[in-house]
């Protein structure tokens, strides 16, 4: 049986629920044995969530010597030896920052072709599905060798539970470091804010949002949704919010399960990075706005008193 391993996410030792996607494409359909690797110390901990998906053995990667949190291609380089040791042919992970610098590093240490921000993914075919061209076209892409790497968009492929019973095991790298690079601090978004790219739910204000102050209507209910806060480039420029907020073409490219728009036009550089939404709901007050023919759920009102009537429902609801 082909082994596929998934490089594993977590947050505060925490398992990613981003993952779970991730580990469903790599059971296909039930033909390969799902190896899943990481290297935070918390394999025991997360063994219980990632089991209910299918992954079968957890592997906590260690380095025999060096500073591993800190060395990134002391990481790739364990990584690279612990895939070749549970002799895995395909490693999956998200395309998330973290992900896409590692797997771009493992790739290099093992020469081996690599894809990011897929859509999908055929592991025995060694076939992606990666959207190109602000998502007008779907391109298939083929990747040739004895072992391929996959970055997958968070959220893009539906999780669906399949328990397994899962072992754990410590794999101790001999991997070395040429201390050619040492990460000495990292800064995340302001602490309690879902990551835009791995978000379920985001709610985003284009132009009319008018201010930096006013995003915080949209970050009251987000608060509410356990969601992220988007914008548009027009809310952007105006400079409304940070360019890390940004959606679309320029910006983020999001998949989350809900997606509510609130005061966008529904243009075709912001839709680049948010159609493979599951649902979009958008609040608009001109019932001729082009994005009313592209969303799920259309609301005509004005955000201003539409979003707050929604937090306040969601506050009573608990
Ligand atoms: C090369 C290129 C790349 C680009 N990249 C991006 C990108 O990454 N992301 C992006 O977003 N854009 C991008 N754009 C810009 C894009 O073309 C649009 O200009 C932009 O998305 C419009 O933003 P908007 O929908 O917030 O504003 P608008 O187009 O001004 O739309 C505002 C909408 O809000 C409605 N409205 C007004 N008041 C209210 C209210 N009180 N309540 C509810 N609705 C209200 C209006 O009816 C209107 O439909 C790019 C453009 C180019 C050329």
Redesign the pocket.
């Given at each position: 049986m082909a082994q596929t391993g998934i490089l594993l996410e977590t947050d505060n030792g925490e398992i990613k629920e981003a993952n779970f996607g991730v580990i469903t494409a790599a059971r296909e359909t039930g033909d390969n044995e799902v190896v899943g690797f990481l290297m935070d110390g918390s394999a025991e901990a997360c063994k219980a969530a990632v089991q209910e998906y299918g992954v079968k053995s957890v592997i906590e990667i260690k380095a025999g010597a060096g500073d591993f949190n800190a060395s990134p291609e002391l990481q790739a380089n364990a990584l690279a030896e612990a895939m070749r040791h549970y002799e895995v042919s395909a490693l999956l992970g998200l395309s998330s920052t973290w992900g896409r610098d590692l797997m771009a590093r493992v790739a290099a240490a093992m020469d081996a072709p690599l894809a990011l921000d897929c859509v999908g993914v055929a592991v025995r075919d060694q076939i992606v599905t990666k959207s190109h061209f602000s998502g007008k076209t779907i391109a298939k892409i083929k990747l040739e060798g004895d072992v391929f790497l996959c970055g997958i968009r968070p959220n893009a492929i539906e999780a669906a539970p399949a328990a397994v019973e899962a072992s754990t095991d410590v794999y101790t790298a001999s991997a070395g470091d040429s201390g050619r690079l040492k990460v000495v601090e990292t800064k995340g978004a302001t602490s309690g804010v879902v990551e835009l790219t791995e978000a379920n739910v985001i709610v985003t204000?284009?132009?009319?949002i008018a201010s930096t102050e006013n995003f915080s209507i949209l970050k009251a209910c987000a608060q509410e949704l356990g969601a992220a806060v988007g914008?548009?480039?027009?809310?952007?420029d105006a400079g409304y919010a940070p360019h890390a907020m940004?959606?679309?073409?320029?910006?983020k490219t999001v998949s989350p399960k809900l997606y509510i728009?609130?005061?966008?036009?529904?243009?075709?550089?912001?839709f680049?990075?948010m159609k493979t939404s599951k649902i979009i709901v958008a609040?608009?007050?001109?019932k001729d706005?082009?994005?009313f023919t592209k969303c799920d759920y259309g609301i005509l009102?004005?955000?201003?008193e539409?979003v707050p009537a929604l937090t306040e429902v969601l506050k009573e609801q608990g």
């Open positions: 204000g284009g132009r009319p914008a548009s480039r027009a809310a952007v940004q959606v679309g073409q320029t910006g728009g609130c005061g966008l036009s529904g243009s075709v550089q912001h680049a990075g609040v608009n007050t001109d706005a082009p994005i009102g004005d955000l201003f539409v």
